[in-house]
């Protein structure tokens, strides 16, 4: 089983940057595809990212598209840049790993890690 640990949230004006980091324990970190959703008060969890277990193929939200950028390591790392961000990127941002699922449902992922929360203010 991979225990996830994200990093990276925090404030941020409008228009500015944040990478986050996941970081996971666990020998079979790298036959995982991992996922980066998103929560905001009173929503429901959203996907935002997801890549492949090889790194080589990776799928966004249109919403994110062309400003967020999700990418993996060899040393267990998995991270989420973001550009351009906007007030309404205010979420609590979890990673999530999958051994079997690659693709834009939580469901399908069955390691999460606790969240970090990014606040963009104007």
């Known amino acids: 089983q991979v225990q996830l640990v994200e990093s990276g949230g925090g404030l941020v004006q409008a228009g500015g940057s944040l990478r986050l980091s996941c970081t996971a324990s666990?020998?079979?970190?790298?036959?995982?595809?991992m996922g980066w959703f998103r929560q905001a008060p009173g929503k429901e969890r959203e996907f935002v990212a997801t890549i492949s277990w090889s790194g080589g193929n990776t799928d966004y939200a249109n919403s994110v598209k062309g400003r967020f950028t999700i990418s993996r390591d060899n040393a267990k790392n998995t991270y989420l840049q973001m550009n351009s961000l906007k007030p309404e990127d205010t979420a609590v941002y979890y990673c999530?790993?999958?051994?079997?699922?690659?693709?834009?449902?939580?469901?399908?992922?069955?390691?999460w890690g606790q969240g970090t929360q990014v606040t963009v203010y104007s």
């Open positions: 999530a790993g999958s051994p079997v699922y690659y693709g834009d449902y939580a469901g399908g992922y069955n390691a």
């Open positions: 666990g020998r079979t970190f790298g036959s995982y595809a």
